[in-house]
């Protein structure tokens, strides 16, 4: 018998849209969609931007989705022969879009899975790397990544290297400061930070990201690979309300805080927290047999994020959708071959 899917957390999705306000703004500004997005309002966006974290405006770059930017930063650096580095398991994308810009990715195993592996990374790179990619949070772990951590990982980086920081979950993250953007891009070189609102702001469907330049050139270069009109004026309009929403946006992330917190805690009582505190929308379950448990959690209308061999993630969404998590792993440890 087929079981209806209840809750897909295999993406790292909102359960929620955008904030009220922009879906309020949203609705009144549907009659200019006939128009072609406009310079304007990029640029005011790029102000608010560049007002949130304290950067002048010729450091932010605004692209359809972090992906969408950081698949323009690579297209602007020749990539023929030359790798990029980052951690597996991790965001998928980075491999594929090494791999389209004619680049060379190199994929560093996590040792034990559900640390970033830092220091794995550094051990790779050389004369070829180009670029290293860490995301802060890790994706699938959710583990923090501290200030010092990476100005040590940056200085132990050689010039010729570009350090990317993706932070699409920083809204989510308890562990740094509020300013640890500015302080990574002007405390260092040769770094961007990508962001997203995708995550916390609810806007994953309208593909709108940004990253922060340490280096004004760079940050000109790449906004000149992105095609005119790629980011689409309902994206533009919903991302420059929200950053205006400031407070809706703490509530909802907070809430979300709050069920993560739980379904740590629940972890922690049956022994089965991986011991690194997620700073993402997201848990990170190591387990023996990641597919049974995808395939027990599918039988009770779940859908997680299966890594073979490692774990699973889950998205942390709604209440229900949290209770029905913890009711279905509270079922599964208790079977025979589990408990
Ligand atoms: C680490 C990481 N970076 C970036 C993204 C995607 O960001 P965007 O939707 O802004 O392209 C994801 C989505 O899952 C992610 O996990």
Same mark, same amino acid.
């Given at each position: 018998?087929?079981?209806?899917?209840?809750?897909?957390?295999?993406?790292?999705?909102?359960?929620?849209?955008?904030?009220?306000?922009?879906?309020?703004?949203?609705?009144?500004?549907?009659?200019?969609?006939?128009?072609?997005?406009?310079?304007?309002?990029?640029?005011?966006? @790029?102000?608010?931007?560049?007002?949130?974290?304290?950067?002048?405006?010729?450091?932010?770059?605004?692209?359809?989705?972090?992906?969408?930017?950081?698949?323009?930063?690579?297209?602007?650096?020749?990539?023929?022969?030359?790798?990029? +580095?980052?951690?597996?398991?991790?965001?998928?994308?980075?491999?594929?879009? @090494?791999?389209?810009?004619?680049?060379? /990715?190199?994929?560093?195993?996590?040792?034990?899975? /559900?640390?970033?592996?830092?220091?794995?990374?550094?051990?790779?790179?050389?004369?070829?790397?180009?670029?290293? +990619?860490?995301?802060?949070?890790?994706?699938?772990?959710?583990?923090?990544?501290?200030?010092?951590?990476?100005?040590?990982?940056?200085?132990?980086?050689?010039?010729?290297?570009?350090?990317?920081?993706?932070?699409?979950?920083?809204?989510?993250?308890?562990?740094?400061?509020?300013?640890?953007?500015?302080?990574?891009?002007?405390?260092?070189?040769?770094?961007?930070?990508?962001?997203?609102?995708?995550?916390?702001?609810?806007?994953?469907?309208?593909?709108?990201?940004?990253?922060?330049?340490?280096?004004?050139?760079?940050?000109?270069?790449?906004?000149?690979?992105?095609?005119?009109?790629?980011?689409?004026?309902?994206?533009?309009?919903?991302?420059?309300?929200?950053?205006?929403?400031?407070?809706?946006?703490?509530?909802?992330?907070?809430?979300?805080?709050?069920?993560?917190?739980?379904?740590?805690?629940?972890?922690?009582?049956?022994?089965?927290?991986?011991?690194?505190?997620?700073?993402?929308?997201?848990?990170?379950?190591?387990?023996?047999?990641?597919?049974?448990?995808?395939?027990?959690?599918?039988?009770? /209308?779940?859908?997680?994020?299966?890594?073979?061999?490692?774990?699973?993630?889950?998205?942390?969404?709604?209440?229900?959708?949290?209770?029905?998590?913890?009711?279905?792993?509270?079922?599964?440890?208790?079977?025979?071959?589990?408990?």
């Amino acid at each position: 018998m087929r079981v209806k899917q209840r809750f897909d957390l295999s993406r790292n999705e909102l359960h929620l849209g955008p904030l009220p306000e922009v879906q309020r703004v949203l609705e009144s500004t549907a009659a200019g969609f006939n128009r072609y997005p406009t310079d304007d309002q990029i640029a005011r966006l @790029v102000e608010q931007i560049s007002a949130l974290h304290e950067v002048p405006p010729a450091h932010v770059v605004v692209g359809a989705g972090s992906v969408g930017v950081l698949d323009a930063l690579l297209h602007t650096r020749p990539q023929t022969d030359a790798s990029t +580095i980052f951690g597996t398991p991790t965001f998928d994308e980075y491999s594929a879009l @090494v791999s389209r810009a004619g680049g060379i /990715g190199v994929a560093v195993p996590s040792d034990p899975p /559900g640390t970033q592996a830092l220091d794995a990374i550094l051990s790779r790179v050389d004369g070829s790397t180009r670029q290293v +990619i860490v995301a802060a949070p890790h994706n699938p772990t959710g583990t923090g990544v501290s200030i010092d951590e990476l100005v040590r990982f940056r200085r132990a980086l050689p010039k010729t290297a570009l350090f990317i920081v993706d932070q699409a979950y920083a809204e989510f993250d308890t562990s740094t400061p509020a300013d640890c953007l500015r302080r990574i891009v002007t405390e260092l070189d040769d770094v961007v930070v990508l962001r997203s609102f995708s995550k916390a702001y609810g806007l994953a469907g309208l593909r709108i990201g940004y990253a922060v330049f340490s280096d004004a050139a760079l940050a000109a270069r790449t906004r000149a690979v992105i095609p005119t009109f790629s980011v689409s004026s309902i994206a533009l309009c919903a991302a420059t309300e929200s950053l205006r929403q400031q407070r809706q946006l703490r509530q909802r992330v907070s809430d979300v805080i709050e069920n993560r917190q739980r379904l740590e805690s629940f972890l922690v009582r049956h022994d089965l927290f991986s011991g690194a505190a997620s700073q993402g929308n997201f848990v990170w379950l190591p387990a023996e047999d990641p597919n049974a448990l995808f395939r027990h959690a599918l039988g009770d /209308g779940i859908l997680l994020r299966e890594y073979p061999g490692l774990g699973v993630r889950i998205t942390i969404q709604s209440d229900a959708s949290v209770h029905a998590v913890l009711a279905s792993l509270a079922t599964f440890s208790t079977l025979p071959c589990h408990a």
